[in-house]
């Protein structure tokens, strides 16, 4: 069991109101925000690269429709979860409520990483739409070095305020541990480190095709908050409530045709926070689980570019996984909702093994 700086008790049914009040705040703003990137001409730039530099040929066949759609839609999520956390601040100082939502030792964290990353990704879909920068948009180095910076200051909390240094072994007893704690020390760092670039980027991987991430990630988020939720970190299961509320209201205008897209501004947010939230309750071990169609959609890119490289062919008809699925006529919402199925399934094993190991 954790030793949070403070685990106040709250109530599913405040839980649930959260993430309704999440729902709800997102889905007042969304078309006076949709109308905004309308005004600005915020619309998504088609790619016409494949991951492997050859042409987007696949990608360009089935998505050329979807030239101009605003994109960006990111900073409505993280920001009516922003909204939703100050609102539960503002319940709890009238004394309606004993506790709010922003509490330092458990939302603090992931509610930096949250806006964070979401601002580095704003940045690279600002420069996609304008067509700055070698690969239209931010240049990778700079933009695995500011996630590197972020991330490690991130790990610094966990690692000097939190005094985080082992991971939880699901079975670890089985596997002939002599506990269920992996005792990593200082290596705890690049690894924290290592996992939250790499979800954050296979969670970006995976946002191709409408309401594909975003249906992962309530899976995703539901699935965490309920472990926090039997481990007793209430806060941690609300506010995994409040983003999956905030991204179904989202997902409720992205399904196909989809109205708007996240971006980078929030498949990285959300990506990244989903590590650190793994972290936070000590499952960062089923978060393959948990996370599993994302694992796949980014070793997919990972496989395809590496058989590019030193084969010269093409193990997929496409990267990420998802196109590839499109390219054998599954069509767009067959893919998504069988890859939400496929999602549904591993997480429910995550949580079993996260509740049993």
Same mark, same amino acid.
């Given at each position: 069991?954790?030793?949070?700086?403070?685990?106040?008790?709250?109530?599913?049914?405040?839980?649930?109101? !959260?993430?309704?009040?999440?729902?709800?705040?997102?889905?007042? !703003?969304?078309?006076?925000?949709?109308?905004?990137?309308?005004?600005?001409? %915020?619309?998504?730039?088609?790619? /016409?690269?494949?991951?492997?530099?050859?042409?987007?040929?696949?990608?360009?066949?089935?998505?050329? $429709?979807?030239?101009?759609?605003?994109?960006?839609?990111?900073?409505?999520?993280?920001?009516?979860?922003?909204?939703?956390?100050?609102?539960?601040?503002?319940?709890?100082?009238?004394?309606?409520?004993?506790?709010?939502?922003?509490?330092?030792?458990?939302?603090?964290?992931?509610? $930096?990483?949250?806006?964070?990353?979401?601002?580095?990704?704003?940045?690279?879909?600002?420069?996609?739409?304008?067509?700055?920068?070698?690969?239209?948009?931010?240049?990778?180095?700079?933009?695995?070095?500011?996630?590197?910076?972020?991330?490690?200051?991130?790990?610094?909390?966990? !690692?000097?305020?939190?005094?985080?240094?082992?991971?939880?072994?699901?079975?670890?007893?089985?596997?002939?541990?002599?506990?269920?704690?992996?005792?990593?020390?200082?290596? !705890?760092?690049?690894?924290?480190?290592?996992?939250?670039?790499?979800?954050?980027?296979?969670?970006?991987?995976?946002?191709? %095709?409408?309401?594909?991430?975003?249906?992962?990630?309530?899976?995703?988020?539901?699935?965490?908050?309920? /472990?926090?939720?039997?481990?007793?970190?209430?806060?941690?299961?609300?506010?995994?409530?409040?983003?999956?509320?905030?991204?179904?209201?989202?997902?409720?205008?992205?399904?196909?045709?989809?109205?708007?897209?996240?971006?980078?501004?929030?498949?990285? $947010?959300?990506?990244?926070?989903?590590?650190?939230?793994?972290?936070?309750?000590?499952?960062?071990?089923?978060?393959?689980?948990?996370?599993?169609?994302?694992?796949?959609?980014?070793?997919?890119?990972?496989?395809? %570019?590496?058989?590019?490289?030193?084969?010269?062919?093409?193990?997929?008809?496409?990267?990420?996984?998802?196109?590839?699925?499109?390219?054998?006529?599954?069509?767009?919402?067959?893919?998504?909702?069988?890859?939400?199925?496929?999602?549904?399934?591993?997480?429910?094993?995550?949580?079993?093994?996260?509740?049993?190991?």
């Amino acid at each position: 069991m954790l030793s949070l700086p403070i685990r106040p008790s709250i109530s599913l049914t405040e839980i649930l109101c !959260y993430s309704f009040l999440a729902f709800i705040i997102a889905l007042i !703003y969304t078309q006076p925000f949709v109308r905004v990137l309308h005004h600005f001409k %915020l619309g998504k730039k088609l790619r /016409i690269d494949a991951v492997d530099g050859a042409s987007a040929s696949v990608f360009l066949n089935y998505h050329q $429709a979807k030239a101009g759609t605003p994109t960006m839609g990111g900073i409505l999520i993280w920001g009516s979860i922003v909204i939703t956390l100050f609102i539960s601040r503002l319940i709890a100082a009238q004394g309606l409520i004993d506790h709010s939502l922003l509490q330092r030792g458990q939302v603090y964290i992931p509610l $930096a990483v949250l806006i964070g990353f979401g601002l580095l990704g704003a940045i690279d879909d600002y420069l996609n739409i304008c067509g700055m920068g070698k690969n239209r948009g931010l240049n990778a180095i700079p933009k695995l070095c500011f996630l590197i910076l972020m991330s490690a200051a991130a790990a610094y909390w966990f !690692y000097f305020r939190l005094q985080y240094q082992s991971i939880h072994v699901p079975f670890g007893h089985l596997m002939g541990l002599s506990s269920d704690q992996l005792e990593l020390g200082v290596l !705890y760092i690049p690894f924290f480190i290592f996992v939250v670039i790499g979800t954050a980027n296979a969670v970006n991987v995976t946002d191709g %095709l409408d309401g594909l991430a975003g249906g992962l990630l309530i899976i995703a988020f539901g699935a965490f908050g309920l /472990i926090a939720y039997v481990q007793s970190l209430y806060v941690l299961a609300a506010f995994c409530g409040v983003v999956a509320g905030a991204v179904a209201a989202f997902l409720w205008h992205n399904v196909p045709p989809a109205l708007f897209f996240m971006g980078d501004t929030g498949a990285l $947010a959300l990506g990244g926070t989903l590590a650190v939230m793994a972290f936070m309750i000590n499952q960062v071990l089923i978060l393959p689980l948990i996370g599993f169609v994302f694992v796949i959609e980014m070793l997919s890119v990972i496989i395809q %570019l590496t058989s590019k490289r030193f084969f010269k062919r093409k193990i997929f008809r496409s990267a990420p996984f998802h196109h590839h699925l499109e390219a054998l006529n599954w069509g767009e919402s067959k893919v998504t909702m069988r890859l939400w199925i496929i999602g549904t399934f591993f997480a429910f094993l995550g949580v079993l093994v996260g509740m049993y190991g």
